[in-house]
């Protein structure tokens, strides 16, 4: 893997075969579905490919790998509960109610100046950082890198400033309900 980093495209080879095999083992009893399996596997090694800059040189590798495997494993199974229908005690899956009149495309009088206002109270630390993660788009590792501080600390200060515009807007939809 010190190889790959340094630029030896020819060592991600040999650091696939010989880690892709052990990973997909360990998928298989993770997700117990094989073209599942299969694609993680495609995905931990994008993600190795990608992340290749962060290894720390000297590291075992195996444990790396499997630990971003791992946490595909897991996204993997939420996304399926959370698709997974929600049955009754007899096995029905109950009706949902569809409200006869199409929602209206226009959001309720006064919702974007609260959220506007909302956003406007947060601490200049916390709105920047919201700003350039959700309306601008830009990943974690981006916005830490333009602010000149660490990915956690970005995460740390989106999480606030998340928890802040929750708190001063579950009035304003509380009253849309």
């Given at each position: 893997?010190?190889?790959?980093?340094?630029?030896?495209?020819?060592?991600?080879?040999?650091?696939?075969?010989?880690?892709?095999?052990?990973?997909?083992?360990?998928?298989?009893?993770?997700?117990?579905?094989?073209?599942?399996?299969?694609?993680?596997?495609?995905?931990?090694?994008?993600?190795?490919?990608?992340?290749?800059?962060?290894?720390?040189?000297?590291?075992?590798?195996?444990?790396?790998?499997?630990?971003?495997?791992?946490?595909?494993?897991?996204?993997?199974?939420?996304?399926?509960?959370?698709?997974?229908?929600?049955?009754?005690?007899?096995?029905?899956?109950?009706?949902?109610?569809?409200?006869?009149?199409?929602?209206?495309?226009?959001?309720?009088?006064?919702?974007?100046?609260?959220?506007?206002?909302?956003?406007?109270?947060l601490p200049?630390?916390?709105?920047?950082?919201?700003?350039?993660?959700?309306?601008?788009?830009?990943?974690?590792?981006?916005?830490?890198?333009?602010?000149?501080?660490?990915?956690?600390?970005?995460?740390?200060?989106?999480h606030r400033?998340?928890?802040?515009?929750?708190?001063?807007?579950?009035?304003?939809?509380?009253?849309?309900?």
């Amino acid at each position: 893997m010190g190889r790959y980093v340094d630029g030896d495209v020819a060592a991600f080879q040999a650091v696939y075969d010989a880690l892709a095999p052990v990973l997909l083992r360990c998928l298989l009893r993770w997700v117990s579905d094989r073209a599942l399996a299969e694609d993680l596997v495609q995905e931990t090694f994008l993600r190795v490919h990608r992340a290749r800059d962060t290894y720390r040189t000297g590291a075992p590798v195996g444990p790396w790998v499997l630990t971003i495997g791992r946490r595909l494993a897991i996204d993997a199974h939420r996304r399926r509960s959370a698709r997974r229908e929600r049955g009754t005690s007899d096995g029905r899956v109950p009706e949902v109610a569809v409200s006869p009149e199409p929602a209206s495309d226009e959001p309720p009088a006064g919702l974007i100046e609260a959220v506007r206002a909302a956003v406007e109270a947060l601490p200049e630390s916390q709105r920047r950082v919201v700003a350039m993660h959700k309306l601008e788009g830009r990943s974690m590792a981006e916005v830490a890198r333009v602010l000149g501080i660490n990915e956690g600390a970005a995460r740390v200060r989106a999480h606030r400033g998340y928890a802040r515009l929750r708190a001063a807007l579950a009035g304003v939809f509380a009253q849309e309900d």
